[in-house]
């Protein structure tokens, strides 16, 4: 006997038939859709904030701050959205338009996006 993948009733029919009907496909399809996209926006809403971190720095004149400091309100180093090299060769990490460049014991550098690059 199989069950419906979605409500768990006894399902009859083909062998690979996994549901019972056409409403508990999409209604499954769905929850898998919204788990996907709740953890989209959950990574979106870190990657935000890491940005907004950035930003308000350096809107307050900030350049250079510390990894600990960053740490403290709140950026998650786990994500970023890309990295580009600058023209010295340093790997900017970006989290949209603001990034970081790595100096040395923890030292970070804050960085805009050039133009058109983010
Ligand atoms: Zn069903």
Known sequence: MKYCLDCGDAVNGR????FCG????????????KTRNDSVKQINRILRKN??????????????????????????FT????RLSDP???VCTFCYDYG???????KLSIRRAPEGKS
């Open 15 to 18: 062998a690979d038939k996994k």
């Open 22 to 33: 056409d409403h508990c496909r999409c209604n499954y399809n769905n929850s898998i859709n």
């Open 51 to 76: 940005a907004g971190i950035l930003e308000n720095l350096s809107r307050q004149g900030v350049e250079i701050t510390t990894i600990p400091t960053l740490r403290a309100i709140g950026f998650d």
């Open 79 to 82: 994500f970023f959205t890309h």
């Open 88 to 90: 010295a060769g340093k």
């Open 100 to 106: 970081y460049i790595e100096l040395e014991k923890e």
